[in-house]
């Protein structure tokens, strides 16, 4: 046998594949499997509720729409208003989140109101207002789930209106004027939400928003010019 016929054995033997060990995967725990199951009934619920509204809500079409058993739906939610309540609180969090995330872009700019317009319209003219809304109203037949989902939403959406009036602040609106241009900004959007219930017509109502930022923008270089920013008096006021 020569030298080389030696030294190609050994070769062949590091050829050889080792086995792989096997990857160890962490099981959830019962809390995880237990957040998950809830938050799977939740968006059930949301999608059943964008759908066919309060009235048209059925456990058992949200179980089916969950792909659970009804037996899982009902040991997380006993009754159909503790879900209805925990769907509200979803939508209004996620709402929360992203005007939150927008405001934080929207420091960047020079000019936050675009973004506040647009926030006001995601949520006022979206279908997720319309859930919270007719929840709202169902709430008569039941005041603890109304007051319930109305404590969700000031919590929230304050959150989110806090937000755009530090941003106001931030750049340079006085705080009595920046809250006064906030609630009237979100107070014509939601007007165009309750319009919107006889009249679907976004783009109209984006067109009007143009010139409401018109008016708004006049207001505030008046304000600019004005000495030492003395907000003007209204006609026959006194200070």
Known sequence: MSSTDKTAKPRAKSL?????????????TQA???DEMRQRLIEASAIVLRR???????TDEVARVAKVSRGALQHHFPSKDS?????????LQASLS???????????????LDAIIEDGIEFFLGAD???????????SKSRAMRDRILEHA????????????????????????????????ISVIRGF???????????????LLVEWKLIIAGHLAALKNKPDNQTPTAPGATR
């Open 16 to 28: 050889l594949a080792k086995p792989a060990k096997p990857v160890a995967t962490r099981r959830r």
């Open 32 to 34: 995880e499997r237990s």
């Open 52 to 58: 066919k509204g309060y009235a048209g809500l059925r």
């Open 83 to 91: 879900l209805v309540v925990a769907t509200a609180e979803h939508l």
């Open 98 to 112: 992203r005007g939150s995330r927008r405001a934080a872009t929207a420091a960047a700019a020079a000019d936050p």
């Open 129 to 139: 207002f319309s859930v919270v809304l007719d929840l709202v109203l169902a709430g």
């Open 154 to 185: 000031r919590t929230n959406r304050l959150g989110v209106e806090d937000a755009w009036l530090a941003l106001l602040v931030a750049k340079g609106v006085p705080q009595e004027k920046a809250e006064k241009l906030l609630w009237l900004t």
């Open 193 to 207: 939400a309750v319009r919107a219930l006889w009249q679907q017509d976004e783009a109209l109502f984006r067109s």
